[in-house]
């Protein structure tokens, strides 16, 4: 059995899906129901080892996503890590990021980078996933872009090789699946760097209108993220945002490696997503 954290996101949820069809019997856990999902479905916090446990017992396999809570303070890695070996899990792949690597040292990704190491001092099998970007960032605008075709944001030239989510869940099915990945870490990016300038013009091919861009200072975006994430996790994302390192502008061939295709353009992730834009 193959048990998926963070099951209603936008990673987890694709993934359960694959799973689910290649035959696997999958737990998914999040916060909040999902009669939706089809399989079996626990209602437990990635942040609370002890109620983590009763969707534990049985399983094989791990997709650890840490919550938003677990990225600056809670229980210890160790506290869920220990909760899965003594459930009998035997292997775990952990959804990390980028900046565990890039910028170990920044507040906003520390707790990833000390997630990463106690995988690693588990004593299980792991396997570690880093993203950059996720084109589904660009969902912040969909309200702008619905009620006046129009995206607001920072470093409009600065480009990123942003993925799509659901090319994640699919390395993650993976890695979950096949034999050969213990020990491994996959950087996984999109296939081209895309600034948010060019970003909202695909938004706007997506859904058949000019969609105009308007550059803020990172002064105005702070203002506008912290309304809604914390502020180390907010001055970390836009550092790397406006001043990335050559490590997170590169494209990564891992998803190829893994899927034996090349990764999702934003341009088609805008598409099939342009529902929520129009």
Not at 25 to 34: F, G, K, L, N
Not at 48 to 54: I, K, Q, T, V
Not at 164 to 171: C, G, M, S, V, W
Not at 215 to 226: D, G, P, Q, V
Request: net charge negative.
């Amino acid at each position: 059995m193959i048990v998926v954290t963070g099951a209603t996101g936008n990673v987890g949820r694709p993934l359960v899906t694959a799973l689910n069809a290649a035959g696997e019997q999958v737990t998914a856990v999040s916060r909040r129901p999902a009669p939706d999902l089809p399989v079996r479905h626990v209602q437990a916090d990635v942040g609370d080892a002890e109620g983590l446990r009763p969707a534990l017992e049985g399983a094989d396999a791990l997709f650890l996503l840490i919550g938003a809570e677990l990225h600056q303070a809670g229980e210890p890695p160790a506290a869920v890590l220990d909760a899965a070996k003594a459930a009998g899990v035997r292997r775990v792949v952990l959804l990390s990021s980028q900046g565990a690597v890039t910028r170990p040292d920044a507040v906003s990704h520390a707790r990833l980078h000390t997630f990463e190491e106690a995988v690693r001092q588990s004593g299980l099998d792991w396997t570690l996933l880093r993203p950059g970007g996720f084109a589904s960032n660009s969902f912040a605008w969909a309200d702008s872009v619905r009620a006046h075709r129009t995206v607001a944001a920072p470093f409009a030239d600065v480009a990123l090789p942003v993925i799509d989510p659901a090319d994640i869940a699919a390395a993650a099915a993976v890695v979950l699946r096949e034999v050969g990945h213990a020990g491994r870490a996959y950087d996984l990016t999109g296939p081209a760097a895309v600034s948010p300038r060019e970003q909202a013009a695909a938004l706007g091919e997506a859904i058949g209108a000019e969609v105009r861009f308007t550059e803020l200072s990172r002064a105005e975006a702070r203002a506008f993220m912290t309304r809604f994430m914390p502020e180390p996790v907010v001055d970390g994302t836009l550092d790397i945002l406006g001043s990335p390192r050559p490590a997170e502008q590169r494209v990564s061939p891992d998803v190829r490696t893994l899927l034996g295709r090349d990764p999702g353009t934003f341009a088609q992730w805008a598409a099939r997503n342009a529902a929520a834009f129009a």
